[in-house]
T-cell receptor
Framework: SQTIHQWPATLVQPVGSPLSLECTVE??????LYWYRQAAGRGLQLLFY??????ISSEVPQNLSASRPQDRQFILSSKKLLLSDSGFYLC??????????????FGAGSRLTVL | DQQVKQNSPSLSVQEGRISILNCDYT??????FLWYKKYPAEGPTFLIS?????DKNEDGRFTVFLNKSAKHLSLHIVPSQPGDSAVYFC????????????FGQGTRLTINP
């Protein structure tokens, strides 16, 4: 079965500092990978998705970037954090289909607080 | 543009009773819908799905109903248990392309003993 590992689990960073959140996948080859953000009191917003190594699609203009250096590795980065980057970041990968549905497996999340 | 809307941010239900969580959507291209459950400080976990060509799918205590003409779906939990207390996300998806999922804002369900 597919497992998504994310780290760090919690991060407190000053405004203007860089960011790197890492996500690795176990149990699946060539998965689609996704970065979501959950801001306080809001739903999950898709930030980036990747269908393969080096292939990144951005969903919303923002201060963040993503990279996929290996099949099972997905990294979320920023060169200079803003206060508005605070939130709960979730990495997800797709699993086997359930009646055609793309059932995603999520990691445990990374809580980022920018001060 | 909020393609998937969960208009009730919270819901409180007595243990043993039925919980009904509602969801509306605007994108008629969705091929399927999912419900995810999320505990605090954890990632969401998949609960149940329904294809857009069906009007009902049942799995144990969980049943999802889809009314395509009204662009409305609902999740029924019966009987409700304290462990069901969580945030529930309604999700729409398309089979084509990268299969991006669109999440609603979530409804916080609290089951009272």
């Amino acid at each position: 079965s597919q497992t998504i590992h994310q780290w760090p689990a919690t991060l407190v960073q000053p405004v203007g500092s860089p960011l790197s959140l890492e996500c690795t996948v176990e149990g699946t080859s060539n998965p689609n990978l996704y970065w979501y953000r959950q801001a306080a009191g809001r739903g999950l917003q898709l930030l980036f998705y990747s269908v393969g190594i080096g292939q990144i699609s951005s969903e919303v203009p923002q201060n963040l970037s993503a990279s996929r250096p290996q099949d099972r590795q997905f990294i979320l980065s920023s060169k200079k954090l803003l206060l508005s980057d605070s939130g709960f970041y979730l990495c997800a990968g797709n699993k086997a289909r359930s009646s055609g549905a793309n059932v995603l497996t999520f990691g445990a999340g990374s809580r980022l607080t920018v001060l | 543009d909020q393609q998937v809307k969960q208009n009730s941010p919270s819901l409180s239900v007595q243990e043993g009773r039925i919980s009904i969580l509602n969801c509306d959507y605007t994108n008629s291209m969705f091929d399927y819908f999912l419900w995810y459950k999320k505990y605090p400080a954890e990632g969401p976990t998949f609960l149940i799905s329904i294809s857009s060509i069906k009007d009902k799918n049942e799995d144990g205590r969980f049943t999802v109903f889809l009314n395509k003409s009204a662009k409305h779906l609902s999740l029924h939990i019966v009987p409700s248990q304290p462990g069901d207390s969580a945030v529930y996300f309604c999700v729409g998806g398309e089979i084509q392309g990268a299969q991006k999922l669109v999440f609603g804002q979530g409804t916080r369900l609290t089951i009272n003993p």
